[in-house]
């Protein structure tokens, strides 16, 4: 089993929404944040090696058929580099509601880090080193934001073959989604989750749900 989907789309573009949809379409299992929560003795320091250059692929990613989310999105170059034929999907919206919902839900969490129980602490600077690594460290205002956001994604389209890259909004639905992929569209409703309150929910719960 290898990687046959990235996601390039930082946090709060629809990941999780996608996650589920690429679970629904045989693309799974879907590796998301939410999986370096559930495992994280074994995640935080595989992604802390990747942030200081030596990254472990296979280790990270061995049993997933795709990857969405930070820290996936964080390192769409040598993802790029690493999987020739993989297809990459960049989430995205609107630069102002995104920078909107990035500084109340991530950026307020990283910021806080230092609050955070003693057990979260480590997942949490690893994030906050690729969210930085992204492009987003700490201290910048809304203007920042919506101007780095519009970066990285500018950033991704210069880096991956357009015949391997999909620009695209959860809002959009199946179609897009499964034209790209060559999938039929299947007849359940397309998944949308993960507001502000699941965010919050899905990290006080430690990502168990």
Not at 49 to 66: H, R
Not at 171 to 183: H, M, S
Request: aromatic fraction near 12%; hydrophobic fraction near 40%.
């Amino acid at each position: 089993m290898t990687i046959q989907v990235f996601g390039a789309g930082v946090g709060r573009t629809g990941t999780y929404s996608l996650k589920l949809a690429l679970q629904q379409l045989g693309l799974g299992p879907c590796f998301h944040m939410e999986e370096v929560l559930q495992h994280m003795p074994v995640q935080v320091p595989l992604w802390s090696n990747a942030l200081n250059g030596k990254p472990d692929w296979q280790a990270i990613y061995g049993g997933y058929e795709s990857a969405v989310d930070w820290p996936t999105a964080g390192f769409f170059r040598e993802l790029n580099a690493a999987y020739p034929s993989a297809r990459f999907v960049l989430t995205h919206r609107s630069p102002e509601s995104w920078a909107d919902s990035f500084g109340a839900t991530i950026y307020t969490l990283i910021g806080d880090r230092y609050n955070a129980p003693p057990d979260m602490k480590a997942w949490l600077e690893m994030a906050a080193g690729v969210i930085a690594r992204t492009g987003f460290p700490e201290g910048l205002d809304r203007d920042a934001l919506v101007e780095r956001f519009v970066a990285h994604n500018e950033a991704v389209k210069k880096t991956i073959p357009a015949d391997r890259l999909l620009v695209y909004e959860i809002r959009q639905g199946w179609e897009p989604l499964c034209e790209f992929l060559g999938v039929p569209v299947p007849e359940p409703a397309f998944p949308r989750s993960n507001d502000r309150t699941e965010f919050w929910d899905l990290v006080a719960g430690n990502g168990r749900r």
